[in-house]
């Protein structure tokens, strides 16, 4: 059962909107089988730009029914229904404020007819209510009125579940008060990373790496994100519709790694600081360094030529690091070499890898 409503408000600051008009027409997903329509005393002022969009103003309204008179037959005409609307978020929000003003917590799943349009009819030039309601013949009269817009959303949602085949789409847009289908997400994305060390990237809906960051357990460290509330977390968990990672099998690759790709990405969310750059060579031109690999018959390698940091790579045979030449074609080159020999130099200092082999000059390097 659905809920298809308009309302018009005072306009004015978020959540101080007050309602002025709002009709409710219930639907079974074939006909409409109850209605409630009434025009409310908002107890505020109306915006002078209202005023002039849709006609109400507070003479019309001195009489009307306060919002606390018909808060009782809101909740019996939306009982058990989906909320409809032409951008379902303000209109529910607008309902939510006012209950909550009465002390009044009120919960209903919504659907919005903005979002499912774009899905469903993506050939349309707009998808605001009036401009999609000409382009596909739907009649519209007293518009910019609770009744009106409501009647013109009934037969635009008809249109909608017909060109829903599948029932997929509209299934899948519905948004639950509880908050299930993010759960159901945030899980989703879980359950698909490792308990191992490495890098993890946040990514968008437009596939962008938004945040990066790492940790010895990456699972451990995205739920982690997921729980905070900062304001930081709260903006990357609502754009988040991917986690992608590398493996990397130690702490020294893990350092080398973030932090070539925090300056090569530059992610939206990440603050990026700037370090002091070593102006200091390590013990020997000529080096390579090996550490364990992402699994026990792996090595991580990173070879060092002339001071400069080449590049690093995985090895699973001792002849690829013994064969300079093989081990130069495994490589995966490194972009800003003085960041990268900082990162290494500033890690050996004070901590063991598993072994160091320094070359001679003659090794045809």
Known sequence: MYAILDIETTGGKYNEEGITEIAIYKFDGHRVV?????????EREIQEFVVKLTGINNKMLRNAPKFYEIAKRIIEITEGCFIIAHNASFDYRILRTEFDRLGYKYKRNT???VALSKKLIPEAPSHSLGKLCRFLGIPMSDRHRATGDALATIQLFKLLLEKDVEKNIIQQSIKYFDNR???????????????NQGIYYIHN????????????????????????????????????????YEETGNVLFTRLKYHLELDRVKPKFNIIRKRKITDKDFNHGHMVIVDKGRTPDENAVILIENNEVVGYTYTNLAFQENQISILKSMLTSVENKELAKTIIKNYLIRNKVSKIVRLQVENNL
Not at 181 to 195: A, C, N, T, W, Y
């Open 34 to 42: 109850d209605q409630f329509i009434s025009l409310v005393n908002p």
């Open 205 to 244: 809906n437009e596939g962008n790496i938004i945040y990066i960051d790492r940790g010895k357990n990456i699972k451990q460290e995205v739920t982690k994100l997921f729980l905070k509330e900062t304001r930081k977390a709260l903006k990357i968990i609502k754009r988040v519709t991917k986690v992608t």
């Open 111 to 113: 659907l919005c007819t």
């Open 181 to 195: 289908q993010e759960k159901h997400r945030i899980q989703r994305i879980l359950d698909s990373l490792p308990e």
